[in-house]
């Protein structure tokens, strides 16, 4: 059904943006009067530009899953609790959103298939739906759909602002020592020159590096704003992008947060969607989706392989060679008790809290390591500027 974009006045004169969805211009003309409204412009929105293509955010789908599953076990039929949240929803790309999938909800569609024309839901959150609408249990489901993303954002979050405080740290730093080689620097230079006395050598290496500052630094700009996007581009490509990833995946401290990182990804996809009731095949070609080293994606692959042709997913795993034998150990012990979706979780918590530590370690030790560091090239441009000043007032005091 064709969505259009309105703009609309209320009996109170007040001005409404929104979309909705009708058969015809003239139909979406008569719903805006049948709610009061009068319509000032109305267009259509191409399938391109239609706002329900566009992606939710992790918080916003987090707290429509878990909406939706609380409605859902209190008995409301799946058409009518989507119309709900639609009514309720505050952005305008929510509403579009929920307005496009209840309506193949009431055309006959599944919620899984309605779901798929929208970038907001990737394969794991389908498969996962289509999962609990074939158990019949899709209100539990959507429960853990949404403690899985609020996981997930929090992770996200906690990232974010463990970051901060090295990122401005450093970013201050690095504006402190640019005035002082671009700006200080230069002049004091010139008053050394008229003194005609011998700089030291210190003083002499800071000039130099302050004229190829100002020389290049406008050069080296652009080359950084026209390279970041470029690099970005190219990284794109899988065959860039898979040896960068092999790269990182080589590198000794790094790669082994990597693949921690993975691995706590993988093993609680997998523990999601086993317990959903997905099958094991299944469940590996949706969680290999859900991982970021190309490397590691390789290795899913080639144990969906051989779990495909017989073998047991402790031994498909341990011929990849990409993860550790007490990993290995708990997966072949979650096998042989029938219990390998509560291991795979317990894997995950393990590997979630390793990853956690390390980068928590790496930031206590980052934020000391960069003040001394900075510290050090402050004091250093700062001697440069103060040693043939006390040389000249040695030479005035004689």
């Known amino acids: 059904m064709p969505t259009y974009r309105y703009v609309a006045l209320s009996p109170d004169g007040r001005r409404q943006r929104d979309v909705l969805q009708a058969e015809s211009e003239r139909q979406a003309r008569q719903l805006l009067h049948e709610r009061g409204l009068f319509p000032r412009r109305l267009a259509l929105v191409r399938a391109a530009e239609a706002p329900g293509r566009g992606r939710l955010d992790t918080t916003s789908l987090a707290l429509l899953t878990r909406q939706l599953a609380?409605?859902?076990?209190?008995?409301?039929?799946?058409?009518?609790?989507?119309?709900a949240l639609t009514r309720q929803a505050e952005r305008q790309r929510e509403r579009a959103v929920l307005l496009a999938v209840g309506n193949r909800v009431r055309?006959?569609?599944?919620?899984?298939?309605?779901?798929?024309?929208?970038?907001?839901?990737?394969?794991?959150?389908?498969?996962?739906?289509?999962?609990?609408?074939?158990?019949?249990?899709?209100?539990?489901?959507?429960?853990?759909?949404?403690?899985?993303?609020?996981?997930?954002?929090?992770?996200?979050?906690?990232?974010?602002?463990?970051?901060?405080?090295?990122?401005?740290?450093?970013?201050?730093?690095?504006?402190?020592?640019?005035?002082?080689?671009?700006?200080?620097?230069?002049?004091?230079?010139?008053?050394?020159?008229r003194s005609d006395m011998a700089l030291p050598w210190l003083t002499r290496l800071m000039i130099g590096l302050s004229h190829l500052m100002l020389s290049l630094g406008p050069w080296l700009l652009a080359l950084l704003l026209l390279g970041v996007p470029l690099a970005a581009r190219i990284l794109r490509r899988p065959a860039p992008r898979a040896r960068?990833?092999?790269?990182?995946?080589?590198?000794?401290?790094?790669?082994?947060?990597?693949?921690?990182?993975?691995?706590?990804?993988?093993?609680?996809?997998?523990?999601?969607?086993?317990?959903?009731?997905?099958?094991?095949?299944?469940?590996?070609?949706?969680?290999?989706?859900?991982?970021?080293?190309?490397?590691?994606?390789?290795?899913?692959?080639?144990?969906?392989?051989?779990?495909?042709?017989?073998?047991?997913?402790?031994?498909?795993?341990?011929?990849?060679?990409?993860?550790?034998?007490?990993?290995?150990?708990?997966?072949?012990?979650?096998?042989?008790?029938?219990?390998?979706?509560?291991?795979?979780?317990?894997?995950?918590?393990?590997?979630e809290s390793a990853f956690n530590r390390r980068v928590d370690m790496a930031l206590a030790l980052f934020e000391p390591l960069m003040i001394l560091v900075m510290g050090a090239v402050v004091l250093t441009v700062v001697l440069a500027i103060l040693l043939p000043i006390m040389q000249l007032n040695s030479s005035v005091a004689l």
């Open 107 to 193: 055309e006959g569609h599944s919620l899984a298939d309605s779901l798929k024309p929208h970038a907001s839901f990737d394969l794991l959150y389908r498969s996962l739906v289509a999962a609990g609408e074939r158990a019949g249990r899709l209100a539990l489901v959507l429960e853990r759909l949404a403690d899985h993303l609020e996981r997930v954002q929090a992770q996200r979050q906690k990232a974010r602002t463990a970051l901060v405080y090295p990122l401005v740290l450093a970013g201050v730093s690095l504006a402190v020592v640019s005035g002082l080689m671009t700006w200080v620097v230069p002049r004091l230079a010139q008053q050394f020159e």
């Open 244 to 351: 960068l990833d092999a790269l990182l995946l080589g590198l000794p401290r790094l790669g082994e947060l990597i693949r921690l990182l993975d691995t706590g990804r993988l093993t609680r996809t997998l523990a999601i969607l086993t317990r959903s009731g997905i099958a094991l095949l299944e469940a590996l070609r949706v969680s290999r989706d859900t991982l970021g080293n190309h490397g590691m994606r390789e290795a899913v692959a080639l144990i969906e392989q051989r779990v495909e042709s017989g073998i047991s997913l402790h031994r498909a795993m341990q011929e990849s060679g990409r993860f550790s034998p007490s990993l290995l150990h708990m997966v072949a012990s979650g096998e042989a008790s029938g219990t390998l979706d509560r291991m795979l979780e317990r894997i995950a918590d393990a590997q």
């Open 70 to 83: 609380t409605l859902i076990d209190a008995g409301i039929p799946l058409s009518d609790a989507l119309d």
